[in-house]
Nanobody, 116 residues
Framework: QVQLVESGGGLVQAGGSLRLSCAAS????????MGWYRQAPGKQRELVAT???????NYADSVKGRFTISRENTKNTAYLQMNSLKPEDTAVYLC??????????WGQGTQVTVSS
């Protein structure tokens, strides 16, 4: 009975910005880690950014300095602010959450397309 609801994807020009949101709901008492991954056609899913309940973050080198992950712990919601977008950022962005009891959950993904 757990659901991750993603929003914020869309089509933007290179250099533009988007903010992605991921809200977890259902039978989750506590979430230790929330994060964003992305998968482009023909490529493997890759880590974009993660954030722990403590606030510690981790970023892929390709997005460091351009993307910022944040979270609201009481709402079990994570955000990804994406600035200076490049065409190579085009992908389906997937939200992930890991609960304190162990289970991991994935959202269905939101499409981000960056045009030249």
């Amino acid at each position: 009975q757990v659901q991750l609801v993603e929003s914020g994807g869309g089509l933007v020009q290179a250099g533009g910005s988007l903010r992605l949101s991921c809200a977890a709901s259902g039978s989750i008492f506590s979430i230790n880690v929330m994060g964003w991954y992305r998968q482009a056609p023909g490529k493997q899913r890759e880590l974009v950014a993660t954030i722990r309940r403590s606030g510690n973050t981790n970023y892929a080198d390709s997005v460091k300095g351009r993307f910022t992950i944040s979270r609201e712990n009481t709402k079990n919601t994570a955000y990804l602010q994406m600035n200076s977008l490049k065409p190579e950022d085009t992908a389906v962005y997937l939200c992930n959450a890991v609960s304190a009891s162990g289970p991991s959950f994935w959202g269905q993904g939101t499409q981000v397309t960056v045009s030249s």
